[in-house]
């Protein structure tokens, strides 16, 4: 399943009030924090409203995610709420713009470009237990960005006979400049006997990553590395 939004139709003008008392203690900061994201338009993708006071408050708080490329600084960063009901916004230009990408979520892997113009952002919705896994590719060569949302699909090896909390990882990818690509994942679950397994499953783009397919099982552990346009960031 996919989604496709233009940020710029989107975007809401950061010159209004924000309904957040920037005088509240930290514990009534991240409440009001969480109830002010419930209220947003929680679809991925979707532009916050005073993007750049939501940001301050999430610095005061301390929950600011960055990410860096050989010691760059990527031109994005994550707010995460430690709140229930909160959820994860991703600032781009921080504080300039802000973007919902999932209640309850969590980052998991970010791969950016040479030029760090382009990001892939791997994130699981966890309120419930772990979700799908969930992908977020930005595109910033335009001031506001391009986000193409995307939930992958669980494999059909995992939570056979009912839900049993298995899901699936990344653990490399890359696209080319031809617009093929992969994602490599892995599962550890446990069999009937409680010994851990691990499955390993790979999902194929031919169209830059606008859609991909459904997981293929592999019989053996992926490599190590994936050529292409791509490379694995790090949190600052």
Same mark, same amino acid.
């Given at each position: ?16 009030? &924000? ?14 924090? +969480? ?18 006071? +939501?940001? $301050? ?14 010691? /760059? ?5 994550? #707010? ?14 921080? =504080? ?19 030029? *760090? /113009? ?13 979700? =799908?896994?969930?992908? %977020? *590719? ?6 506001? =960005?391009?986000?193409?949302? &995307?939930?992958?699909?669980? =494999?059909?090896? %995992?939570?056979? #006979? ?6 699936? *990882? ?7 400049? %031809?617009? /093929? ?5 892995? +599962? ?8 851990? $397994?691990? %499955? ?19 019989? $053996? ?7 292409? &346009? ?7």
């Amino acid at each position: 399943m996919k989604r496709l939004f233009l940020a710029a139709l989107l975007t809401v003008p950061l010159n209004l009030t &924000l309904p957040l008392n920037a005088l509240a203690n930290d514990t009534d900061l991240e409440t009001q924090l +969480a109830e002010a994201f419930m209220a947003y338009d929680l679809s991925c993708g979707a532009a916050i409203p005073h993007a750049a006071r +939501a940001y $301050q408050s999430y610095q005061q708080l301390k929950r600011i995610e960055t990410y860096q490329l050989n010691h /760059k600084p990527l031109p994005f960063t994550t #707010g995460t709420s430690s709140v229930a009901g909160g959820g994860l916004i991703l600032f781009t230009q921080p =504080p300039s713009y802000g973007y919902v990408l999932g209640g309850g979520s969590s980052v998991l892997e970010v791969y950016t470009t040479h030029d *760090l /113009k382009r990001a892939a952002l791997f994130y699981m919705v966890t309120s419930e237990g772990p979700g =799908p896994l969930e992908l %977020l *590719l930005l595109n910033q060569h335009s001031s506001p =960005p391009t986000l193409h949302c &995307l939930t992958l699909d669980t =494999p059909e090896d %995992l939570n056979k #006979g009912g839900w049993k909390m298995e899901y699936s *990882l990344p653990v490399n990818f890359n696209i080319n400049d %031809l617009g /093929k690509g992969i994602i490599y994942t892995r +599962a550890d679950i446990e069999d009937a006997m409680g010994q851990t $397994q691990t %499955l390993w499953f790979a999902y194929y783009t031919q169209d830059g990553g606008n859609t991909w397919s459904k997981p293929e099982r592999l019989m $053996q552990a992926p490599p190590s590395t994936v050529a292409g &346009l791509y490379q694995k960031a790090q949190t600052h």
